[in-house]
């Protein structure tokens, strides 16, 4: 599986993005898929996370009832709205995708279990 990140950019407090993620290969359509970011002199932390069909999702406390991920396997696309966005959100973002289905509740979240990942795209949020 090889993922693509696009829609980054530069926005003020408030406002809003939506990041893409374009894959390919077979197994993202069968397997969770989730968004990470690093913030600058930060260790990367999960953002949030959906089920092979979207049906389930899974949000940090940081970005929840703000943000919203989604996915179209019919177009091998998934997604990240991003709304009421903070300084605080400034990092790059990044996708990644799995190829097994996380075990116990907190798999959804651990960086470790994703096993591809795009490029990263970058977010900034003036004040």
């Known amino acids: 599986v090889q993922l693509q990140a696009s829609g980054g950019g530069s926005v003020q407090a408030g406002g809003s993005l939506r990041l893409s993620c374009a894959a390919s290969?077979?197994?993202?359509?069968?397997?969770?898929m989730a968004w990470f970011r690093r913030a600058p002199g930060k260790e990367r932390e999960f953002v949030a996370a959906a089920s092979w069909s979207g049906g389930a999702t899974y949000y940090a406390d940081s970005v929840n009832d703000r943000f919203i991920i989604s996915r179209d396997n019919k177009k091998k696309m998934g997604y990240l709205q991003m709304n009421g966005l903070k300084p605080e959100d400034t990092a790059i973002y990044y996708c990644?995708?799995?190829?097994?289905?996380?075990?116990?509740?907190?798999?959804?979240?651990?960086?470790?279990?994703?096993?591809?990942w795009g490029q990263g795209t970058q977010v900034t949020v003036s004040s």
């Open positions: 290969g077979r197994t993202f359509t069968n397997y969770p």
């Open positions: 990644a995708s799995r190829s097994t289905n996380p075990i116990t509740y907190a798999g959804w979240s651990k960086g470790d279990e994703y096993d591809y």
